[in-house]
Nanobody, 121 residues
Framework: QVQLVESGGGLVQVGGSLRLTCGAS????????MSWYRQAPGKEREWVASITPGGSPNYADAVHGRFAISKDNAKNTLYLQMDDLKPEDTGVYYCNAFGWEFRATTGSHWWGKGTEVTVSS
């Protein structure tokens, strides 16, 4: 099994910053793409940012220019630096990865349980 564990969430004021971390552990053979999603209260989960195996980032329009996604391949760890936070950034942030477990013949999507971010005005 593979576990994704997010950390770094918390309460921050408007304009503040947070850095989220997602660590993958367990029977991880390799990881392809990794992403961050978020879910605001009463809303559906939405994509925030992704990073390709080669390290190219992509961002949702709502966070482009304020958030930065990065990863440490050696540590199977994903990061999300969030700057200039706004109240609409409030929500639970989830890590997602697509990869392969040892001895698996097909890839799988893995999800973490999320870390909560609250931006107060």
């Amino acid at each position: 099994q593979v576990q994704l564990v997010e950390s770094g969430g918390g309460l921050v004021q408007v304009g503040g910053s947070l850095r989220l971390t997602c660590g993958a552990s367990g029977s991880v053979a390799s990881i392809d793409s990794m992403s961050w999603y978020r879910q605001a209260p009463g809303k559906e989960r939405e994509w925030v940012a992704s990073i390709t195996p080669g390290g190219s980032p992509n961002y949702a329009d709502a966070v482009h220019g304020r958030f930065a996604i990065s990863k440490d391949n050696a540590k199977n760890t994903l990061y999300l630096q969030m700057d200039d936070l706004k109240p609409e950034d409030t929500g639970v942030y989830y890590c997602n990865a697509f990869g392969w477990e040892f001895r698996a013949t097909t890839g799988s999507h893995w999800w973490g349980k999320g870390t909560e971010v609250t931006v107060s005005s």
